[in-house]
């Protein structure tokens, strides 16, 4: 193995620093040599080189689709990056539940919900409902977790009465569309709607979308951030480390801030 | 030991199986005999010809159907039927169908105030009446026949069908997606419904271009999908089977829809309402009959939802419960005067991979369904549980799913996307997944033919065992009743109440000997 620059980190095809990529997609065109050179010149435009199409092949009456290697220099520079990690430990669903069971000693109260226009349950389903997600089952299924599940479309305002209403530990905020960053302005409107009836302190708030990161969460003030490829098992395990956090405070030091988690 | 042709499972148990699943079935059949819902009097007003839709006041377009039902509901008219009052109507304005429609529309009628009429001429015109729209769809389906008959029909191939959805949302996108799919090699287009639909109590109204997760069902969303698959059928000389959806609040009304405009399938399942969806038992069961009748005497084929249970589940385990239901929504069919070959019995391959010997296992469960339903078009879904974002391991998965849907015979494939667990699929995804089961299902044909299964064998012992599992728990279901085993999660791991859910309020009792639905008699319904 090559020497890594970890100053300008670059992905690895078969050489240390090749910059190596592999990308498909499909152009509105019939293939053609001309779709061809359009996909070649497309892909430079996007800063790579060595472009080569792999392969083009008709799909339909009128599309192409591409696979495409090319190369790029453009790297990150990963030493001085900083991401706030979720950490904790992997545990699986049975020894969750164990915990839960033994330590906080009754299920945890779970509301979820997309907000806004978003009906993108998607997310929101695979973590919640029983089916989960790539075998990893939903909160749902788990004794220590009672959820509810409001769906989609949800008024923001109608999910934190239903969590008052549940006694909620914590409320998931379920985010898919991003168009002009609505995802971020939705999941502001609940900090601002909660905080302006005192009750940001109250609940565990978690946020999850395919362009929501951990370190964005924290900076609108949720407890954490999952994107996608997160597990129902990795948010279980979060919420159960978070209740123990607060179980541990209000046994020593009563209500003062909270303690974000990865800082 | 030995090897066969089939795997040797019981027909002594299977006959057992059926025997018990009658039973169950007449308890649905005593609900459906003294019950009515107002999903089901829609239903008869759209075979009416009760199509138009008005906007309401917050400007959303409300059907007529709907309308007229809400009418006679709140003079305590329903209980009659929503037929004994459109003839009582039609006697009292002297107006026709489109007449009375035009006049409910411009709310100069309300059915449900007009004076009753001769009870004997309501009910003579009423038999006429129905009687003129069953003509109708009888006529429709002969249309459709005329169609297929001009071109090759996949099914007569030896080779399961090619089923892929679509689902932007936008009915005219969908028809780009659509055709493009056919061009590349599918047999059976499944437009996917906007999320939770199912739940909607009424039916949106026009072609529609926004929708979440999927397409609003509507009259002409389905008639636009319809034209474009005959369009694109004539240019491939293939039929082009065209699918949707009607589990939910308006089951029966959206089957007369897809009867009137010509679809070929309808993913039909009043349990994947009540278990998945939240929705009433009675409402639905209710529906569901109503639902199967017009899909009976229109030639379209039910699919049903059992390979959910196996999402919720594990799949390795629950095939006693898959299978129980499939008994169970057998029976439902045949009260329904369904023909063996018009239900798509619905499974699935939704085992762990990671499971040593995991593909023996799905070739049993498949093998084994397609054994016990040998006339059936077996609706076989592909594995969405343990898809993720390793799109080239879900490739991979697509792939042994093609196979094991080839060489056990199974009638449609639901192809996987290796896309699945990430969005709902770009035509490439859709183009790759194809292209894969054309090389799998052309490469296999003959496949299964050509070897047996051991006696003693992992696919004959596992599948035997289903079997036997299955006969038990059929008889747990009949004793307790199907109501109290879905309350106590025998499918699917999920809990539902007769009394609880969606949809319950719109439940009412028939009053016996004044209740008018001659469809149910027209249509050869044997409850």
Same mark, same amino acid.
């Given at each position: 193995?090559?020497?890594?620059?970890?100053?300008?980190?670059?992905?690895?095809?078969?050489?240390?620093?090749?910059?190596?990529?592999?990308?498909?997609?499909?152009?509105?065109?019939?293939?053609?040599?001309?779709?061809?050179?359009?996909?070649?010149?497309?892909?430079?435009?996007?800063?790579?080189?060595?472009?080569?199409?792999?392969?083009?092949?008709?799909?339909?009456?009128?599309?192409? @689709?591409?696979?495409?290697?090319?190369?790029?220099?453009?790297?990150?520079?990963?030493?001085?990056?900083?991401?706030?990690?979720?950490?904790?430990?992997?545990?699986?669903?049975?020894?969750?539940?164990?915990?839960?069971?033994?330590?906080?000693?009754?299920?945890?109260?779970?509301?979820?919900?997309?907000?806004?226009?978003?009906?993108?349950?998607?997310?929101?389903?695979?973590?919640l409902n029983m089916k989960g997600f790539d075998g990893d089952i939903g909160l749902e299924r788990y004794k220590g977790f009672r959820t509810v599940n409001m769906g989609s479309q949800v008024p923001t305002e109608e999910l934190i009465e239903r969590a008052i209403k549940e006694k909620a530990d914590a409320i998931?905020?379920?985010?898919?569309?991003?168009?002009?960053?609505?995802?971020?302005?939705?999941?502001?409107?609940?900090?601002?709607?909660?905080?302006?009836?005192?009750?940001?302190?109250?609940?565990?708030?978690?946020?999850?979308?395919?362009?929501?990161?951990?370190?964005?969460?924290?900076?609108?003030?949720?407890?954490?951030?999952?994107?996608?490829?997160?597990?129902?098992?990795?948010?279980?395990?979060?919420?159960?480390?978070?209740?123990?956090?607060?179980?541990?405070?209000?046994?020593?030091?009563?209500?003062?801030?909270?303690?974000?988690?990865?800082? | 030991?030995?090897?066969?042709?089939?795997?040797? @499972?019981?027909?002594?148990?299977?006959?057992?199986?059926?025997?018990?699943?009658?039973?169950?079935?007449?308890?649905?059949?005593?609900?459906?005999?003294?019950?009515?819902?107002?999903?089901?009097?829609?239903?008869?007003?759209?075979?009416?010809?009760?199509n138009e839709a008005v906007p309401n006041e917050q400007g959303l377009l409300f059907p007529v159907a709907n309308l007229i039902t809400d009418q006679v509901k709140a003079h305590d008219r329903l209980h009659e039927g929503a037929l004994y009052w459109i003839a009582n109507a039609i006697i009292a304005t002297k107006?026709?169908?489109?007449?009375?429609?035009?006049?409910?529309?411009?709310?100069?009628?309300?059915?449900?105030?007009?004076?009753?009429?001769?009870?004997?001429?309501?009910?003579?015109?009423?038999?006429?009446?129905?009687?003129?729209?069953?003509?109708?769809?009888?006529?429709?389906?002969?249309?459709?026949?005329?169609?297929?008959?001009?071109?090759?029909?996949?099914?007569?191939?030896?080779?399961? @069908?090619?089923?892929?959805?679509?689902?932007?949302?936008?009915?005219?996108?969908?028809?780009?997606?659509?055709?493009?799919?056919?061009?590349?090699?599918?047999?059976?287009?499944?437009?996917?419904?906007?999320?939770?639909?199912?739940?909607?109590?009424?039916?949106?109204?026009?072609?529609?271009?926004?929708?979440?997760?999927?397409?609003?069902?509507?009259?002409?969303?389905?008639?636009v999908m319809r034209q474009a698959l005959d369009e694109v059928g004539k240019e491939v000389n293939r039929y082009i089977r065209l699918t949707n959806y009607c589990s939910g609040l308006c089951m029966s009304e959206i089957a007369a829809l897809g009867a009137l405009e010509g679809l070929d399938c309808l993913l039909?399942?009043?349990?994947?309402?009540?278990?998945?969806?939240?929705?009433?038992?009675?409402?639905?069961?209710?529906?569901?009959?109503?639902?199967?009748?017009?899909?009976?005497?229109?030639?379209?084929?039910?699919?049903?939802?059992?390979?959910?249970?196996?999402?919720?589940?594990?799949?390795?385990?629950?095939?006693?419960?898959?299978?129980?239901?499939?008994?169970?929504?057998?029976?439902?069919?045949?009260?329904?005067?369904?023909?063996?070959?018009?239900?798509?019995?619905?499974?699935?391959?939704?085992?762990?991979?990671?499971?040593?010997?995991?593909?023996?296992?799905?070739?049993?469960?498949?093998?084994?369904?397609?054994?016990?339903?040998?006339?059936?078009?077996?609706?076989?879904?592909?594995?969405?549980?343990?898809?993720?974002?390793?799109?080239?391991?879900?490739?991979?998965?697509?792939?042994?799913?093609?196979?094991?849907?080839?060489?056990?015979?199974?009638?449609?494939?639901?192809?996987?996307?290796?896309?699945?667990?990430?969005?709902?699929?770009?035509?490439?995804?859709?183009?790759?997944?194809?292209?894969?089961?054309?090389?799998?299902?052309?490469?296999?044909?003959?496949?299964?033919?050509?070897?047996?299964?051991?006696?003693?064998?992992?696919?004959?012992?596992?599948?035997?065992?289903?079997?036997?599992?299955?006969?038990?728990?059929?008889?747990?279901?009949?004793?307790?009743?199907?109501?109290?085993?879905?309350?106590?999660?025998?499918?699917?791991?999920?809990?539902?109440?007769?009394?609880?859910?969606?949809?319950?309020?719109?439940?009412?009792?028939?009053?016996?000997?004044?209740?008018?639905?001659?469809?149910?008699?027209?249509?050869?319904?044997?409850?």
């Amino acid at each position: 193995m090559g020497k890594i620059n970890f100053n300008n980190l670059l992905p690895y095809g078969d050489t240390t620093e090749d910059g190596a990529f592999q990308l498909s997609f499909t152009l509105p065109v019939e293939p053609s040599a001309k779709a061809r050179e359009a996909a070649t010149q497309m892909v430079r435009n996007w800063g790579f080189f060595d472009v080569k199409i792999a392969h083009m092949s008709k799909i339909g009456v009128n599309y192409s @689709l591409f696979v495409v290697f090319a190369r790029t220099e453009k790297g990150v520079d990963y030493a001085k990056l900083e991401v706030p990690d979720l950490g904790g430990e992997k545990r699986s669903y049975k020894e969750i539940d164990r915990l839960i069971l033994a330590n906080v000693k009754r299920p945890i109260r779970v509301v979820g919900a997309c907000t806004g226009y978003d009906a993108h349950t998607v997310g929101l389903d695979a973590i919640l409902n029983m089916k989960g997600f790539d075998g990893d089952i939903g909160l749902e299924r788990y004794k220590g977790f009672r959820t509810v599940n409001m769906g989609s479309q949800v008024p923001t305002e109608e999910l934190i009465e239903r969590a008052i209403k549940e006694k909620a530990d914590a409320i998931l905020l379920s985010k898919v569309v991003s168009q002009k960053d609505i995802h971020i302005s939705d999941m502001r409107d609940l900090i601002v709607r909660l905080k302006k009836r005192g009750l940001e302190e109250k609940f565990i708030l978690i946020a999850g979308g395919p362009r929501v990161t951990h370190k964005m969460a924290l900076e609108v003030g949720f407890d954490a951030g999952f994107t996608i490829g997160a597990r129902p098992s990795d948010v279980a395990n979060f919420i159960y480390e978070q209740m123990i956090e607060r179980l541990d405070k209000t046994e020593t030091q009563p209500a003062i801030g909270k303690k974000k988690s990865g800082k | 030991m030995g090897y066969a042709s089939t795997i040797p @499972l019981s027909a002594k148990k299977i006959a057992r199986c059926r025997q018990i699943a009658k039973s169950i079935g007449a308890q649905v059949a005593d609900l459906v005999k003294t019950n009515s819902t107002v999903g089901t009097e829609r239903a008869v007003l759209r075979l009416l010809g009760f199509n138009e839709a008005v906007p309401n006041e917050q400007g959303l377009l409300f059907p007529v159907a709907n309308l007229i039902t809400d009418q006679v509901k709140a003079h305590d008219r329903l209980h009659e039927g929503a037929l004994y009052w459109i003839a009582n109507a039609i006697i009292a304005t002297k107006n026709d169908i489109p007449k009375l429609q035009e006049r409910v529309m411009a709310l100069e009628v309300d059915v449900g105030t007009l004076a009753p009429q001769d009870p004997k001429q309501v009910k003579s015109l009423a038999q006429r009446l129905a009687k003129e729209s069953f003509q109708k769809l009888i006529q429709s389906r002969k249309d459709r026949n005329q169609t297929a008959k001009k071109l090759k029909d996949p099914v007569k191939e030896k080779r399961p @069908l090619k089923y892929v959805i679509v689902a932007t949302g936008n009915i005219f996108e969908d028809v780009t997606q659509a055709k493009s799919a056919v061009l590349d090699g599918a047999d059976v287009i499944a437009v996917i419904r906007s999320t939770a639909q199912s739940l909607l109590d009424y039916v949106p109204q026009g072609t529609t271009t926004e929708g979440f997760g999927g397409t609003y069902a509507t009259q002409a969303n389905f008639r636009v999908m319809r034209q474009a698959l005959d369009e694109v059928g004539k240019e491939v000389n293939r039929y082009i089977r065209l699918t949707n959806y009607c589990s939910g609040l308006c089951m029966s009304e959206i089957a007369a829809l897809g009867a009137l405009e010509g679809l070929d399938c309808l993913l039909n399942d009043a349990m994947y309402g009540i278990l998945f969806r939240d929705i009433n038992m009675r409402r639905t069961l209710i529906d569901q009959h109503f639902s199967r009748l017009i899909c009976s005497k229109s030639g379209i084929w039910i699919m049903t939802g059992e390979d959910n249970y196996m999402k919720t589940t594990d799949a390795a385990e629950s095939g006693d419960q898959v299978l129980a239901s499939q008994f169970i929504n057998e029976v439902a069919a045949l009260n329904a005067g369904m023909a063996k070959n018009q239900m798509s019995i619905g499974h699935a391959m939704e085992m762990d991979p990671n499971y040593e010997k995991v593909i023996l296992m799905e070739i049993a469960r498949a093998q084994m369904t397609r054994q016990i339903f040998p006339e059936a078009p077996l609706k076989y879904m592909c594995n969405t549980k343990y898809k993720s974002g390793d799109i080239f391991t879900s490739h991979a998965i697509d792939t042994i799913f093609n196979l094991i849907g080839s060489m056990t015979n199974q009638g449609v494939i639901l192809l996987g996307m290796l896309t699945e667990a990430v969005h709902t699929p770009f035509l490439q995804d859709r183009s790759v997944s194809i292209r894969n089961a054309n090389y799998v299902v052309g490469g296999a044909v003959g496949l299964g033919d050509e070897f047996g299964y051991r006696s003693d064998g992992v696919i004959a012992k596992f599948a035997q065992k289903v079997l036997d599992d299955a006969v038990k728990l059929l008889e747990k279901i009949d004793d307790m009743g199907i109501y109290k085993a879905i309350e106590k999660r025998t499918f699917a791991d999920v809990s539902r109440t007769i009394d609880g859910g969606k949809g319950a309020d719109g439940v009412f009792q028939v009053e016996r000997g004044r209740y008018l639905n001659p469809f149910f008699e027209l249509m050869g319904s044997k409850i």
